[in-house]
């Protein structure tokens, strides 16, 4: 059983940083992708941003150049700092653990609310 707790959403307002973290626990072998994905109302659930063990990293374009993820395997955490805050990134933040070798896996996380007010 893997279960990923998120924290660090809230209420900021445009221009502003915001910094996601998301720990997961349980049975989690150590090659794995971990990253996050984001919903806002009627809206599929998009990626974010990936990063795998070895530190290789995907994002949107959408945020380039504004948010970084990162990662600390001792720790099976992930991190998103988010800065230079759009309106239009206000959505529920999900984690994601993912594992495409066998033994297979994808886990999510419950989410989090970032909002950007303008």
């Known amino acids: 059983q893997v279960q990923l707790v998120e924290s660090g959403g809230g209420l900021v307002q445009a221009g502003g940083s915001l910094r996601l973290s998301c720990t997961a626990s349980?049975?989690?072998?150590?090659?794995?992708?971990m990253g996050w994905y984001r919903q806002s109302p009627g809206k599929q659930r998009e990626l974010v941003a990936v990063i795998t063990t070895g530190g290789s990293t995907n994002y949107a374009d959408s945020v380039k150049g504004r948010f970084t993820i990162s990662r600390d395997n001792t720790k099976n955490t992930v991190y998103l700092q988010m800065n230079t805050l759009k309106p239009e990134d206000t959505a529920v933040y999900y984690c994601?653990?993912?594992?495409?070798?066998?033994?297979?896996?994808?886990?999510w996380g419950q989410g989090t609310q970032v909002t950007v007010s303008s």
């Open positions: 349980g049975s989690i072998f150590n090659i794995n992708t």
């Open positions: 994601n653990l993912e594992r495409k070798a066998r033994p297979m896996y994808n886990y």
